[in-house]
């Protein structure tokens, strides 16, 4: 950076009344703002006020048991997409990724995907069937999964339909909307190969293990054996604390790397077999509709992915000069080796810093210095992942799987800032 | 009820294995938590079919069968036909997956007929799953796979006769894939050139300005730190309460929107019908409970579970909360 402004850049999603926006309006609201940030300049000859909360008391502890968030951040919440499904037992909410710092997703504000809205699973009624191919098909209580030998590791979710409303074109206006099916959480729980191994697997015969929900669908999904012995995990906390209800209390299975529908919530049963089960929600749902007709099933990893959530959809550049462009990248395929960031569509890149921790299939805080000049640009970041994979263009992915594929979008994400900072989702090529 | 008979059931044997593990413990276990599964046990829970017809249950069911049940539990939502395209079209569009505009059906897309009768089994009705007999559930197979021209009027399944069934897009699927494992080959090569990578970038896609608001008030979306929250964080409070919950939770929801309709008439809009009505409460609390049609447009209302306490309540919450 040689020459940045001295006048600091500012993200607001302005202006602050509410309702349609014109070219007009936006264009009053820049310059009213930046009137009013001169004059205030000017005006500074009085000493600092004391606001009204320095000159009394606060709230006394416990006024909230349960800490909430400040009632400012009332907007920092989950969405769903409008008209996107049905009924609200069978959709989706959305994490708000534009409000949110670092890699781990707040438990309340992680995205929610259900198949038949959210059981109220008593805990001390919840069972754990373990059967199929193995010696001692065993039943546990939570009592007694909790006594196992227990890991914490943090990783990604991310919902295999995440971007799938844009194969085809633009269709959702911020990032909440475009990539908003993803929280990366710390879990906490008993690894799969250790129960496994208690149960006596037999491995001369065992391929699958079949996971089952306990809610209205019983949600089943085939696991391959050597993904649930490798770093597969029978999960009973989230961020610190037992699961939320939305996340599978009290019981939910966590297949790093994989499609979220794979992490079965409420987990109920664990059957090992010698072939794949063929669910519903393997045949049916998730399985990539390619050109020709075919259709890719057991399409379980996440490619390498990453998304700019500042400046981002939405959003509006008050200031020319200095902003930090914040982003999350993430692989299903190990660790995020590099991102790099273009500001002018891809003609030229950059390579953003990258927020340690660095962990393999989870999502990595990149950030890189930008001075806006006033002028349109286009934002774009490229993840490169341990496996040396780099995340493609729309372009791309099209000419393989054309646009009918629903799921695994993970193409390069561009946002539009225009001459008045305005951000907005385009698709370049 | 099959439920916590099923839960009493669990805790009888565990208490009988604890007693057991007491006597004489597992040692080929390291930890030896938990109690043995029985047969009897697993068999309550062990539903799932696989596409060679493991699982699949003694039983049958006939077409005509079928669509007695289909008709009462299934059409509202469904379609009579199986048209409806509120949620995933059961029948139709078979042989049009390769085509610009695909029909994704169960007729034209499953590839097995075992995992129809597994989602049926385990997830059907949507708002009472696991409810139905196993006759019930190869009936209602036979019906779909008939609306669907895949087995004749007169078909009657069972367990030999369901495996039979060979689905028209049986080879429409591939592992073919990089998807299955960690490492395997991706089917984009994409390279990090770093300058002067393009000289041609084209606008492909951007959403219409008239769409831009479609998602509500981006603007508050992505704000921080807002100060002008009087508003924020007030629920309608006419459409809280215990009615509210009740009718959350026992699913009614799923076919009704507070102030838009679904499968049936909003609730602000039965609110308004019966404005004034003094009979209301009793007429819809035995509407509730029995079902009916023709009130709000033909989609019939299925019988509801819930208990007559909890109808009353939420019947109250319609009548005089959402006006």
Not at chain 1, 193 to 200: A, H, K, N, R, Y
Request: glycine content about 10%; charged content about 20%; proline content about 6%.
């Amino acid at each position: 950076m040689t020459s940045l402004p001295k006048v600091r850049g500012r993200i607001k999603a302005a202006p602050e009344s509410t309702g349609r926006r014109t070219f007009i309006a936006r264009g009053a609201a820049i310059a009213g703002s930046l009137a009013a940030a001169s004059r205030a300049h000017a005006m500074d000859t009085e000493p600092l006020a004391d606001p009204p909360w320095t000159r009394t008391l606060g709230a006394p502890i416990l006024a909230s048991p349960y800490g909430v968030p400040a009632r400012y951040e009332a907007n920092v919440v989950r969405r769903q997409s409008p008209g996107l499904t049905r009924t609200a037992q069978s959709s989706v909410s959305f994490t708000p990724l534009q409000s949110l710092f670092g890699i781990i997703t707040p438990s309340g504000l992680h995205y929610e995907r259900h198949h038949a809205g959210v059981p109220d699973v008593v805990p001390d009624q919840h069972r754990l069937l373990i059967h199929g191919l193995v010696r001692a098909p065993r039943l546990y209580t939570m009592d007694d999964i909790v006594r196992f030998p227990s890991v914490s590791r943090i990783h990604f979710i991310e919902c295999g339909a995440n971007t799938g409303m844009e194969w085809s074109n633009v269709a959702v206006p911020t990032v909440q909307y475009t990539h908003g099916m993803l929280g990366c959480s710390e879990w906490t729980g008993v690894p799969l190969s250790v129960l496994l191994d208690e149960v006596g697997v037999d491995r001369a015969r065992a391929r699958f293990v079949l996971a089952e929900g306990a809610d209205g669908a019983s949600l089943t999904r085939t696991i391959p054996l050597a993904m649930a012995l490798d770093d597969v995990l029978v999960v009973y906390g989230q961020n610190g604390e037992m699961l939320r209800p939305e996340q599978g209390y009290p019981l939910r299975l966590l297949v790093p790397g994989v499609q979220g529908v794979s992490s079965v919530k409420w987990l109920r049963r664990l059957e090992v077999g010698d072939a794949p089960w063929n669910t519903r929600e393997e045949s049916l749902h998730y399985v990539d509709l390619m050109p020709g007709g075919i259709h890719r099933q057991y399409t379980w990893i996440q490619e390498a992915k990453s998304v700019i959530t500042s400046p981002s959809g939405g959003q509006l550049l008050l200031d020319r000069g200095y902003h930090e462009i914040r982003g999350l990248a993430w692989s299903g395929r190990g660790k995020v080796r590099r991102v790099d960031v273009s500001t002018d569509g891809g003609r030229n890149w950059r390579t953003a810093k990258l927020q340690p921790p660095i962990l393999p299939k989870a999502l990595t805080r990149f950030r890189i210095d930008w001075a806006w000049s006033g002028a349109p640009a286009l934002l774009q970041s490229r993840v490169i992942d341990e496996t040396g994979y780099v995340q493609p263009s729309i372009r791309e992915l099209r000419a393989v799987r054309g646009t009918r594929s629903i799921y695994h979008n993970n193409a390069i994400q561009t946002w539009r800032v225009d001459a008045a900072g305005d951000v907005t989702n385009v698709q370049i090529g | 009820m099959c439920r916590s008979a099923s839960v009493a059931r669990v805790i009888a044997a565990a208490a009988i294995a604890a007693v057991a593990s007491l006597a004489h413990a597992d040692t080929a276990l390291r930890y030896g938590f938990g109690t043995p599964a029985t047969a009897v046990e697993i068999s309550g829970w062990d539903i799932d079919v696989r596409p060679d017809g493991a699982g699949l249950p003694e039983g049958r069911g006939s077409v005509a069968e079928g669509q007695a049940i289909y008709d009462a539990k299934c059409a509202t939502c469904h379609g009579t036909f199986g048209e409806s395209t509120d949620y995933m079209a059961i029948a139709g569009g078979v042989g049009s997956l390769a085509s610009d505009a695909p029909m994704r059906t169960t007729g034209s897309k499953l590839n097995y007929a075992t995992t129809l009768f597994d989602y049926i089994r385990r997830a059907m009705p949507f708002n009472a799953p696991k409810s139905l007999s196993t006759n019930e559930v190869y009936a209602l197979t036979a019906y779909v796979l008939n609306l669907n021209d895949i087995v004749p009027a007169d078909a009657v399944l069972d367990r030999r006769a369901l495996i039979a069934v060979r689905m028209p897009n049986r080879d429409g699927f591939t592992t073919q894939h990089g998807f299955m494992r960690a490492d395997g080959r991706p089917d984009t090569h994409a390279t990090a050139c770093m300058t002067n990578c393009t000289n041609d970038v084209r606008l492909l896609s951007q959403i219409p300005e008239y769409a831009r608001n479609s998602h509500g008030d981006i603007a508050e979306q992505t704000a921080r730190g807002r100060t002008n929250v009087a508003t924020a964080n007030v629920e309608p409070t006419a459409a809280g309460g215990a009615g509210m919950e009740l009718a959350t939770r026992s699913g009614c929801l799923a076919c009704h929107g507070i102030d838009k309709g679904i499968v049936g008439p909003a609730f602000t809009e039965v609110a308004r019908r019966y404005r004034g009505d003094a009979t209301a409460a009793a007429k819809l609390v035995r509407k509730v409970q029995e079902g009916g049609a023709g009130s709000f447009g033909a989609a019939a209302m299925p019988p509801q579970n819930a208990s007559v306490a909890d109808i009353r309540v939420i019947v109250d919450w319609i009548l005089h909360r959402l006006q």
